[in-house]
């Protein structure tokens, strides 16, 4: 494998390096950590010149001992532990480089069944890797004394950047997590890529598999596309490969819709919340096709209120448009429509 300790130094930023110079440090001090890896997003980032990112570092050996070492290290606080052998470190009030540390033991995964939640048990750096969703996504960099530098990729991913292709790393990938439906759209568009010749294949066999997912799984990841800077261009794509009909029937994104989420994402970030834009993102939609999209989100009060409110605000439009209608019936109309969907 080659050896990218040049890109990794000269590309990374300060605070990246410092991260990386204490997780060196720190795995040659600890005898329960055999090895550490930045991978995933972060690499594939650094090879493609993208500017990297947050960090996900990959522990074969103790990752809550590493952990807490790392946050020792760096002065900052003892790591959050979440599920599926996760910790993540806070660094936002240390450095602006970096806001973020993920820091996960090498694991493999199995499903008990399509879109279930993962089995997992420690593994090796390559299990690991090969249990993620694309190529791209599947390499990692050792940061350990005696490897450092060194890519490992078992699937390719560094062609597959070159070739600007997303591709899974097995035929099963999109059955057992259908959320990977949703992530291919949002990589493809975000990078410039292509979906793979098979891989579109076995999103098009997959997409009925969407239905196992429950409302807030699939509301997360309609919420990803939101809030990505290429929103628009991702719902299009979303709705020609059918993974908005796969959500549920009827849910399509009009011209007029994806125009109102590019003013918004044009303007100041902070001047709109989620809500703005999935009430932009559903406006065409019928009272019947926004009541079953509402359904199927399962979200809280306020994405309710969004999609139902802006579907009544749709059907008024044409009335609103005509020239002769007074203040009062504009009050009117206006009246049943919830005042944060005009």
């Not at 089995?119 to 791209?136: A, C, G, H």
Request: glycine share 6%.
């Amino acid at each position: 494998m080659p050896n990218l300790s040049q890109l990794l130094m000269s590309k990374s930023k300060a605070g990246h390096i410092r991260v990386f110079n204490a997780c060196s440090e720190i795995q040659s001090q600890l005898d329960e950590v055999n090895e550490v890896f930045v991978c995933g997003g972060f690499v594939r980032d650094l090879i493609q010149g993208n500017p990297p990112g947050d960090i996900d570092l990959c522990v074969a050996g103790n990752a809550k001992k590493f952990s807490v070492a790392l946050s020792k290290k760096l002065d900052v606080q003892n790591p959050a532990e979440s599920q599926f052998l996760t910790f993540k470190i806070n660094t936002n009030e240390l450095m602006e480089d970096v806001l973020s540390i993920d820091v996960v033991t090498c694991r493999d995964e199995t499903y008990s069944e399509p879109a279930s939640l993962p089995d997992v048990v420690p593994s090796s750096i390559e299990k690991d890797l090969m249990r993620r969703d694309f190529t791209i996504n599947a390499m990692a960099i050792s940061l350990s004394d005696q490897r450092w530098g060194e890519l490992v990729d078992p699937s390719n991913g560094f062609g597959d950047i070159m070739r600007k292709r997303i591709k899974v790393l097995h035929e099963l990938s999109f059955i057992d997590d259908p959320t990977r439906l949703f992530r291919a759209v949002r990589y493809a568009t975000r990078l410039g890529f292509n979906i793979d010749y098979r891989t579109n294949q076995l999103f098009t066999n997959a997409l009925g598999n969407v239905d196992l997912l429950s409302g807030a799984r699939v509301r997360n990841e309609f919420e990803h596309i939101l809030k990505e800077p290429k929103a628009s261009e991702i719902l299009r794509q979303a709705e020609e490969l059918g993974l908005l009909s796969a959500i549920t029937p009827g849910l399509r994104v009009g011209s007029k819709s994806l125009e109102i989420i590019d003013v918004f994402l044009q303007a100041d970030s902070k001047t709109h919340e989620i809500e703005d834009l999935l009430a932009a993102a559903t406006f065409s939609l019928s009272t019947q096709e926004a009541e079953q999209t509402a359904n199927r989100f399962d979200g809280p009060h306020n994405w309710t209120i969004s999609i139902l409110g802006n579907a009544k605000l749709a059907s008024v439009v044409g009335i609103l448009d005509d020239p002769s209608i007074t203040r009062s019936e504009v009050a009117d109309v206006l009246n049943p429509i919830p005042v944060q969907c005009i």
